[in-house]
Each structure stands twice: as C-alpha cells, then as structure tokens.
C-alpha cells in the first residue's frame, strides 16, 4: 500500500471533501478542520466558556446564526468544490470565523494553521514525484482588508500560530480572510501532489469584563 492510498483511506473518515487544487501540472485535496483546546474557569451557568466556529468560500460571507458549529466537537470542514483551481503563482481565498458564544467570559485566542497527516518528502514509488504540498502554500490572513499574519506551510508551528493582543469579549467575532498561494517556482516534481489544512483555535478563559 503506497503513502497515497494510506492517506485516501484516512480521507474517508472525513465529513466532506472537495478539491483545492486541480489543474493538470497540479492536483490535491485540501480538507479544513478545525481543533480547539478549551481552558475554563467555570463557578455557574452565566460563566460558562465555548467557542464557535465557521467558513465558506463565498466572497463577502458573514455567518448566519444557523452556520456556527462547536470548535471542539468535531472536525469542521470546508469543501472547496472539485473544479476549484489553483495553478503554481496564483491564490485561492477563503474565509473561516470564530465567535465567543459564552454568556459573560472572555477568552484569549490562537489560532494554527497545520497540516494534520503530514508526509515529509515521502514519494510515489512509481513516479518518483513528492505526495505532500502543504510545505509549499503561503498563506495571508487579513480583517476587515488588513493583513495581520503571514505564514508558510515550511514553517515551524510556532511560526505558523497567531495570537491576538486583545481577548475576545463574549458575543464578538473574528471573520477572516484567508489566501492561499501557491508559489509560480513549484514544478511538476510536485504533480498530484495534496495536502490538508487545518484551522485550530485554542483558546483560554480570561476574567469577566
């Protein structure tokens, strides 16, 4: 059984997919999920801490209140559609948000961008060509227009993590702009190559306001 089949057969498990890349020189499946590690300070039912979450790829969504889904439930995935296309230099965008739906608690929020089944530089036994691409997609996170992270799958986890300065008050949102880039020097030597991606926010209860 190749690396290829190994992660098809983890892909199954899945809720949803769709394909993220899909152009001749290039092909994968991107999945986004989510993960979350709630930390609470909980002495009654109004202090209780939870965090929501969402996405889509349709350009100026917001989310409905039917949308929002538990951030540590299970898996949140985005399906991208199997004619999504993003050929080497060019950016597919996305957009995911998270809410602080506690009643009166504040929570500090991080967010990691990872790949959840990575593969280093395994290759197809056939082809010869690389099986992972997440090391190489770039990614740009803005608000409201405004870049406030960058980050690149070669990264260290640490350098793909953001924190914000400020907590998330009870009721407040982050919708996010996300592009994804796929550099113009990537070569055929990555052909069929995939990836998935995964959005995870931590967060942490902070004091009431």
Do not use: C
Request: charged share 25%.
């Amino acid at each position: 059984m190749t690396v290829r089949t190994l992660r098809a057969d983890k892909a199954k498990l899945g809720v949803a997919s769709g394909g993220l890349l899909g152009v001749a020189a290039l092909v994968t499946t991107a999945f986004f999920t989510d993960f979350a590690d709630l930390h609470a300070q909980v002495d009654g039912s109004e202090n209780t801490f939870d965090i929501v979450v969402s996405g889509s790829l349709e350009p100026g969504w917001e989310p409905a209140p039917s949308e929002w889904v538990q951030a540590d439930d299970e898996p949140f995935l985005i399906d991208l559609g199997d004619s999504s296309e993003l050929p080497p230099g060019a950016t597919k965008h996305v957009r995911i948000a998270v809410k602080n739906a506690s009643p009166r608690v504040h929570g500090g929020l991080t967010l990691e961008l990872r790949d959840p089944d990575p593969m280093g530089d395994a290759v197809d036994p056939v082809t010869g060509r690389y099986l992972e691409l997440f090391d190489k997609l770039e990614f740009e996170l803005s608000d409201n227009g405004a870049t406030f992270f960058t980050a690149a799958g070669a990264g260290t986890a640490a350098e793909r993590t953001y924190t914000w300065p400020e907590t998330l008050a009870p009721g407040d949102v982050h919708v996010i702009d996300v592009a994804i880039s796929l550099p113009r020097e990537v070569d055929d030597r990555w052909q069929q190559a995939s990836t998935q991606l995964q959005f995870g926010f931590e967060a942490v209860s902070g004091s009431e306001k």
